[in-house]
């Protein structure tokens, strides 16, 4: 078989072994499931290297019957130039996007020392999420927006006056509406960066929702709310309630289940708070602050990079 046909064929040979190999030595050396090594490291690529195969037969070819200069060489130079741009144009959007990240983990690493309180708190919201998320049957590409989103959810409280921030003591009505308006300073401060951050405005933005309507900032209800923000919603609420406050000492795990129980078909998603019980239950790391803040010093926090 030659010509196009061939090419391409060739190509997915090789991409497959060559893939598969890898995929192998990843599940057997770090027990990554091919399925998540692939999704990834290789999914956005597969259809890429397939569709660019036939540019090196065309080059060939054109190296042969030169007919664009006259000049073999020159004309592989000129059919490879665009591929070449957009290679580079491709790694520069790669850095953009890791350079917003870092950006952004460090404007949430701040604002956390801002507040001793609040240390690891997204990380741990985070974690929270992405086992929730799973237990609800989200897909990775879903569980992925779902823990960048809950990593920068309270972003918005970089805005808040220290004084209402680290106040340690109740709210007065004019410094209570100041701290509502985080998640919609938040999505103003993530706007510019959303193209390389996914679709994580609705999590940012909807965050302190209730499912019975009585949440702030539009006041949606039920699931007008982004189902993935109904998640952070819960877990949000666990890790607040767990943390030790200026003014009141945090609640016992058991404790804050029990107001998740309760709060179910009120302030969070019966379904969402279902699941948020079944994986408690399973004694994850996250269920108490103490034990993830000493696993975190010496592993990775589930749900960051």
Do not use: C
């Amino acid at each position: 078989m030659g010509g196009l046909p061939g090419a391409l064929l060739g190509a997915g040979v090789y991409f497959a072994l060559n893939t598969g190999a890898v995929l192998l030595l990843t599940w057997l050396l770090k027990d990554l499931p091919p399925k998540e090594a692939w999704r990834r490291n290789y999914a956005p690529y597969g259809i890429t290297y397939l569709l660019t195969s036939p540019v090196a037969l065309l080059a060939v070819r054109l190296y042969e019957a030169p007919v664009l200069t006259g000049f073999g060489p020159l004309d592989v130079a000129v059919l490879l130039l665009p591929v070449v741009y957009l290679r580079y144009m491709w790694l520069l959007r790669r850095r953009v996007e890791e350079a917003t990240l870092s950006m952004l983990r460090g404007m949430v690493r701040s604002l956390e020392a801002r507040d001793p309180y609040t240390a690891l708190h997204s990380e741990r919201v985070a974690a929270i999420a992405q086992d929730v998320g799973r237990a609800l049957g989200l897909k990775e590409a879903e569980l992925d927006t779902l823990v960048l989103g809950a990593r920068l959810h309270d972003i918005g409280k970089v805005g808040v006056r220290d004084e209402v921030l680290l106040k340690p003591g109740k709210l007065t009505p004019a410094e209570w509406e100041e701290m509502r308006l985080h998640p919609e300073l938040g999505l103003r401060i993530l706007h510019p960066m959303l193209p390389y951050l996914g679709s994580i405005e609705g999590i940012v933005l909807h965050h302190h929702e209730r499912w019975d309507g009585a949440g702030y900032p539009k006041g949606l209800k039920g699931e007008e709310i982004p189902l993935l923000a109904r998640i952070v919603a819960v877990a949000d609420a666990y890790e607040a309630m767990t943390s030790d406050r200026p003014y009141r000492k945090g609640l016992s795990p058991e404790e804050a289940a029990g107001v998740i129980r309760k709060g179910a078909g009120k302030q969070f998603d019966p379904e969402v708070a279902r699941a948020f019980l079944e994986v408690w239950a399973r004694n994850p790391a996250w269920r108490e602050k103490g034990k993830f803040a000493r696993a975190s010093v010496t592993e990775k926090v589930p749900g960051t990079s």
